[in-house]
């Protein structure tokens, strides 16, 4: 079993009675018989008292036992040698321990004087043998002097080894990265699963109230992810809370919170299978002071599903320009996030009387606005529905308002229409982390999020970003279904072990060992400014999404205007920037995150800055300055 172990000799062996080192009498009368006290007390002789801050001095010629053990690389707990497993968490025992363990390599000096070098691992005994440490300061003569100073010299000898083993072990965490061009995938990263649908990672946004979770929980019903039972208690439980209508928004909307001041705080994953598909929904909150939280769980999405609320007024505010309308801003998000489909769900057309009119006229006013965003139309597509009246969601529309004059597909059959992203599992291994789950009594932590490039499978060993550590996964699960291998467009948990969870942390990333992701603190932006309503000046303080990192940034350089038709960088250098002016911009930020240059790769080359609860600014990263590791 593991144990505490106090290495070294116990004093306390073989000393069952004390009582005779309470007569001090002998002592006080040994001199008067010419007894000396060195043969009372037969310890080295110290020439010199050492002072409390020079302990180097002092001289131990007494050998120490040590049990063979090893240590398990995830509880730290101690376990006999023969045991193959930590009796406490269960990892397996790393080969590696067995190196070396418990030997020194001891070169012993000859009589010519030359300089003696003692190496030891890392589970090495403080001195197997005090003669066999050699000072490189002194020579070796024979004399009892000499044996003296050699002795005293041993503990700064291993105290500059242990400095130097640590030195040399932070070393290989920066290590520089190879080439990326001499990369080549494993056959196993390449090969289909036949069988399995692909992933399609769906990302729900709109404007707070405008029906997201109500239709997400509808759909997840129709097609039997939520069975009656469940339905039938969150009809109930709403309507004790006075919020019937909100029965089927407590599908996603689990916590207390969320249903009690019925809205959406956080991204709620849920899946379902379409005929094409295996679907990852992400149901992202609307309201505008959960935008952040949007911003992390949306970065993951292939496409997205903009829900409008048709209703007199609520489209409206949507739309307001000054700031607190999130359509517009859930729209350039995800257009900023690389999403190029979308499909818009006109929601709650049943409380306009499914007006052909009305949808017409969201469809000009919106429209204008998404091709402004980038938006192609021939990626757009505009559906009428309402999702608590169950119209047009997975069949087509029955109510003859709607029926009458709307002949297009239905919500389930344009989501099969949609087109899956180039996904390249020919990289290295890029996952950014979107949140972390750790399991304390098990001494394990696991990194949920989507694989960008390259694949993983159980027993491969990542690198942890920022902070450089190395893990091994122990097991993958990819819609909460146990996995062996997941590739790039999964949407995974990655359980690691050999890990302190402290270094493991949403806003990082696990990457190839070999192939490490930049990680900086100054980066170049090339940026879009939004909708502001003051000008923005260099010292200005913005909140910097990337990813799933937020830090806090300042701007320090405005580089150049950029000339929106061209692309091309201006020659004027502004004091300011004001609405709708693209540039490129300096930031630094408070802590390093993983980012990279868009050119090299997209999902982490993606930027967005916000201030004073609205986003400001969209763009790119430019230029990455290495942070020196």
Not at 52 to 81: F, G, H, M, P
Not at 328 to 333: D, F, I, P, W
Not at 501 to 521: Q, R
């Amino acid at each position: 079993m593991p144990r505490k172990v106090n290495y070294g000799l116990d004093y306390d062996d073989g000393y069952d009675d004390y009582d005779d080192y309470d007569d001090y009498e002998d002592y006080a009368n040994a001199n008067d018989y010419g007894v000396k006290e060195k043969d009372l007390f037969p310890f080295p002789e110290v020439t010199e008292k050492p002072s409390w801050n020079d302990r180097s001095t002092i001289k131990v010629e007494k050998k120490t036992t040590k049990l063979a053990l090893w240590q398990c690389s995830v509880c730290n707990s101690d376990n006999e040698q023969s045991s193959s497993s930590c009796d406490i968490c269960g990892v397996l025992r790393d080969p590696a321990q067995n190196i070396g363990n418990g030997s020194a390599e001891n070169v012993s000096a000859n009589n010519t004087g030359k300089k003696a070098i003692a190496k030891f691992s890392a589970t090495n005994e403080m001195a197997e043998n005090s003669s066999g440490i050699i000072s490189g300061a002194n020579q070796l003569n024979g004399s009892e002097s000499g044996n003296a100073n050699i002795k005293s010299d041993a503990p700064q000898i291993l105290a500059s080894d242990l400095h130097q083993m640590k030195l040399d072990k932070a070393s290989t965490n920066f290590r520089k990265a190879k080439p990326l061009a001499e990369y080549k995938p494993e056959k196993w990263m390449l090969a289909n699963q036949d069988g399995i649908l692909n992933q399609l990672n769906l990302a729900v946004v709109g404007h707070v109230d405008s029906g997201k979770s109500t239709l997400s929980g509808q759909l997840l019903h129709l097609l039997g992810r939520v069975s009656k039972k469940e339905m039938h208690k969150f009809e109930k439980e709403a309507k004790e809370k006075g919020k019937g209508s909100f029965a089927f928004a407590w599908a996603t909307d689990e916590s207390a919170e969320e249903r009690e001041r019925g809205i959406t705080m956080t991204v709620a994953v849920a899946y379902f299978d379409s005929k094409k598909y295996r679907v990852v929904l992400l149901d992202s909150p609307g309201h505008k002071d959960f935008v952040p939280n949007m911003i992390s769980g949306a970065t993951q999405a292939d496409a997205a599903v903009l829900v409008v609320d048709a209703s007199i007024g609520s489209f409206e505010a949507g739309m307001d320009g000054n700031g607190f309308g999130q359509t517009k801003e859930h729209a350039q998000l995800i257009r900023s996030f690389g999403v190029e489909q979308v499909i818009v769900a006109v929601n709650k057309m049943d409380t306009v009387g499914f007006s052909k009119e009305r949808f017409e006229f969201i469809k000009s006013q919106l429209g204008n606005f998404l091709r402004s965003c980038g938006f192609k139309e021939s990626q757009i597509t505009w559906i009428p529905l309402s999702a608590m009246e169950n119209e047009n969601l997975v069949t087509s529309a029955t109510d003859a308002r709607l029926s009458s004059w709307y002949e297009g597909s239905c919500l389930l059959e344009a989501v099969d229409s949609l087109q899956l992203p180039v996904r390249d599992a020919s990289k290295p291994l890029l996952l950014p982390i979107c949140d972390v789950i750790k399991s304390h009594s098990l001494g394990q932590v696991a990194a949920c999020g989507k694989i960008e490039t390259g694949a993983i499978k159980n027993g491969s060993r990542v690198l942890v970003m920022p902070l450089r550590e190395v893990a091994t996964v122990r097991s993958i699960e990819r819609d909460s279904c146990p996995c062996s291998v997941a590739r790039a467009g999964d949407n995974v948990a990655v359980s690691l072990q050999g890990i302190d969870g402290v270094h493991v942390t949403p806003g990082g990333v696990l990457c190839h060992p070999d192939y490490p992701v930049t990680v900086a603190s100054r980066l170049e932006l090339k940026i879009l400014v939004l909708d502001i309503m003051g000008p923005i000046l260099v010292g200005s303080k913005f909140e910097f999404h990337i990813h799933h990192a937020k830090e806090a940034a300042r701007l320090v350089k405005i580089v150049s205007l950029v000339d929106q038709k061209t692309g091309e960088a201006a020659k004027k250098t502004p004091r300011f920037l004001t609405a709708k002016q693209s540039a490129i911009i300096e930031v630094a930020l408070d802590r390093a995150v993983c980012a990279e240059e868009f050119s090299k790769h997209r999902a982490l080359g993606r930027a967005f800055l916000r201030a004073s609860g609205c986003t400001v600014g969209v763009g790119i990263v430019s230029k990455v300055f290495s942070d020196e590791s």
